[in-house]
């Protein structure tokens, strides 16, 4: 990374400059804002460090002309001790941090690694952005929050190794979509990207479509079948929702993933197969190998590398973007969604993430009268939802409350004065309390 300093004092300057020296960073020093803007227009400048107070061009001049020349420059500003006034005005000119003096090298040092994160993560995202566009296959993706930008930037890095990929995150939050995104990033893009629904097949043909079958295996199987593995020789298998996987075949699949090999069912001849392992899952396998659900071998074989997408409601700057994306796709005329709808779209919790976005925004398009969508164009759970929010607030924190009160009893074996003690409140509130929830104690 190379960074540029920039101050007319040339021993804080010599100071700055050695100390990220020493960081291992490259660094330019300069003594004022022309010389800056000079150099930044000639080299590829990560990252400046501007003075603020410098004779000529004050740093926020800098940083307002680094702005207009490239939006995306990284500034950290340089203030006097208490200079509140000038902090606010540089963070509004798009400046990542400003800095009081005497500058705290710690401090710096952790925003720069901070700002270098970025800048990788928004370098990765444009590789794979002109990748997809490129591609044979285009793959729309909206990923706009830093949340879904980070996602982005893992696949990138993940795509080029040989190792399986466990894809994890609640119903809709786009982990098929994620899986096609690693295969078509990979050096396998060209080879087969095969799909396996492990909730959608049959538990007594289960092992057959994985691992295929010799003719007479069983009966039905009256010719040689090829199964879904061998299929994705030298290509991906992609294992969605792998958490309904039977047990019972749990080992076999563990075992032909560590020894690269399978046999059809009625075989005794191994193949040997080159795959990339990608799952995904909606459910919470750790707490399925508690339960005896899953297999804890097979776990640790499948996620060694993990990509989680976060819900929709975790990163809600990109709902406008996905209404957009969506109405794009959908829409037969120009429709545009009126500032109220918007509004309500945003708030809404989406518990079926981005697949109910896209369908409700099907829904509205189908039923919308005029070219404008309103709030009473929404599919009813949407727009009910912000009628509701506070009903349910309540509902949510006598909930908790309740939960919170039983966990106290039972950790205190139900002694009301211990666990009133624990909940920090008296024993006659807890009695009360206790009474409003319906929790009738042992002693009572
Ligand atoms: N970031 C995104 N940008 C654009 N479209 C998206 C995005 N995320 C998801 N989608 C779309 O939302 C729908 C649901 O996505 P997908 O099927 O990949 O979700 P999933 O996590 O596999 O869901 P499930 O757990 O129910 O199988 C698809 O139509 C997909 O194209
Ligand atoms: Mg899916």
Redesign the pocket.
Known sequence: MKILVVDDDPIQREMLAGFLVNQGYRVIAVANGEEALDVFQKQAVHLSLLDHHMPGATGGEVLAKMKAINPLAHVILITAYGDVQTAVTVLKLGADEFLEKPVDLALLLNKIREIEREITVEEDVAVVKEAVEDGPLPL????GSPA?KEVISLVRRTADSPWPVLIL??????????ARLLHLLSPRKDQPFIEVNCAAIPENLFESELFGHEKGAFTGAVSRRRGRMELADRGTLFL??IGEMPLNLQPKLLRSLQENKISRVGSESEIHLDLRLVS?S?RDIKHMIDEGQFREDLYYRIKVLEIE?PPLRERRE?IPV?VA?FLERYAHKALRVSHEALDTLIKYPFPG???EI?HAIQRTITLARGSVVHPSDLPGEIRRHEATTEGKLIERLNAMEREMILSALEQKDWVQTQAAEVLGISERVLRYKMKKHGIIGEDS
């Open positions: 729309r993706i909206i990923a879904m995150g609640e119903t809709g939050t786009g982990k098929e979509l994620i969605d929702e995904a909606n997408i990109d996905l994306f993430n981005v697949r896209e």
